[in-house]
């Protein structure tokens, strides 16, 4: 493991970057993780659309189309207006979801309803490249399975088989859950399926499983606030439990960012 330490300045604003490179050889293939701790959420969001933009220019050039799952809450509304700003072949880009609430697409808890506002509905986007988790059939498990369906009929994938998307973005609550994978769930036990139930207490969800999500070509963790700080930890710590803070879970096959600004990455920079 190798852990380097440094400053840079951009745009009269200070960013510290804590750049930490793992590799894991698993059979022939090395996973990557690295993180940044920026100083503010401006910078936060300005790093994160750099990176997209360039896993998007890669993945046009060597397989025609770019792959994303988005995530839900406030923290990436502001990067998806970002990113809705940019000038793209918007019809090379097809867009997923890794977790949703179980409601309405127009609901106002809809991951989807946010994305589409603050992005999607602004661009030239077609709608056949928007790939919406089903949530009206009535039940959830039917709901992840015709959308585990779609996914194995877009990549092509035989029954348990993982696809790589080119990007999952992900955030993290403050009890480290990830998508809608949340502690001590049944959720963090299917290992032998794309997707899956996920529920919070009353609330039904639907998300991508862990393994799914490690079968992407880059994961991105995009976190922000002071109450992460105990989660992050945790997260990092080395033997904490992997189903109390779920987001342990997340090991990719390919490059794990790790994209957090200053307020939730403290306790980090402190040892």
Not at 137 to 151: F, I, T
Not at 163 to 192: C, N, Q, R
Not at 213 to 236: E, S, T
Request: charged share 25%; proline share 6%; glycine share 4%.
């Amino acid at each position: 493991m190798m852990l380097r330490v440094s400053k840079g300045k951009k745009e009269d604003c200070q960013n510290f970057a804590i750049v930490l490179h793992r590799s894991r050889q698993r059979e022939d293939e090395v996973m990557s993780k690295k993180i940044e701790v920026l100083s503010d959420q401006a910078a936060l969001i300005e790093r994160s659309l750099e990176l997209i933009l360039s896993k998007l220019e890669t993945a046009i050039q060597e397989r025609g189309r770019f792959t994303i799952a988005l995530s839900g809450g406030s923290t990436p509304k502001p990067l998806y207006e970002a990113i809705a700003n940019q000038k793209l072949t918007w019809d090379k880009i097809h867009v997923f979801w890794g977790d949703e609430r179980y409601v309405p697409s127009d609901h106002p808890d809809s991951n989807e309803l946010m994305a589409r506002r603050a992005w999607l509905d602004r661009v030239d986007i077609p709608g056949a490249n928007i790939h919406a988790t089903p949530t009206m059939d009535g039940d959830p498990a039917v709901s992840a399975a015709k959308y585990e369906k779609h996914l194995q009929e877009f990549f092509r994938a035989s029954p348990g088989e993982f696809p790589s998307l080119d990007v999952i973005l992900l955030g993290m609550g403050d009890d480290a859950h990830t998508a809608s994978l949340f502690p001590h769930t049944e959720a963090l036990k299917v290992s032998d399926r794309l997707i899956t139930v996920g529920n919070k207490d009353a609330s039904q969800r639907i998300t991508f499983t862990y393994p799914f999500i490690n079968a992407a070509r880059c994961v991105m963790f995009v976190v922000a606030g002071a109450n992460k700080r105990p989660a992050l930890a945790q997260v990092f710590a080395p033997n904490a439990d992997d189903f109390t803070y779920p987001s342990r879970l997340i090991q990719p096959q390919g490059e794990l960012w790790w994209l957090l600004d200053a307020a939730a990455a403290q306790e980090l920079k402190q040892k």
